[in-house]
């Protein structure tokens, strides 16, 4: 049985709450297109949350995204609060992860390298 600090647990927490309202299409603002929130690192006093999220799209549109999102950080912060029922209200920053995008990277270059050597 692993055992799990209260950052990482709150954290699990906030990925639910937001994963809940993109589902539930409450964040209306068409600037925000199409996103997976992949994880959440909340500081040890859960003040501040990061929340890193990844799409598939142009920079332009992942620009647009991140504007969407820093105008909905308000109503986001409320829906996590209530919804986590914390104490103190983390601060919400959104993150672009770009480990999605180097994964696919990887594994397009693996496959090239197998074709090629007949595998």
Known sequence: MTT????????????????????RGELRDPRIG????????????????????SMIGTAEERSDTQKGLEAAKGFVRRHVTSAVNLRVSPEIFFSFDESVGEGDK??????????KEGW
């Not at 906030?14 to 993109?22: E, M, S, T, W, Y």
């Not at 199409?34 to 999220?53: C, E, H, N, Q, W």
Request: aromatic share 6%.
């Open 34 to 53: 199409y996103i997976t929130i992949t994880g959440v690192k909340v500081s040890p006093d859960l003040r501040v949350a990061r929340v890193f999220y």
């Open 4 to 23: 799990h600090s209260r950052p990482e647990r709150v954290g699990q927490e906030i990925q639910v709450a937001i994963g809940d309202l993109l589902t």
């Open 106 to 115: 990887i594994d397009r270059l693996l496959r090239e390298v197998r074709s």
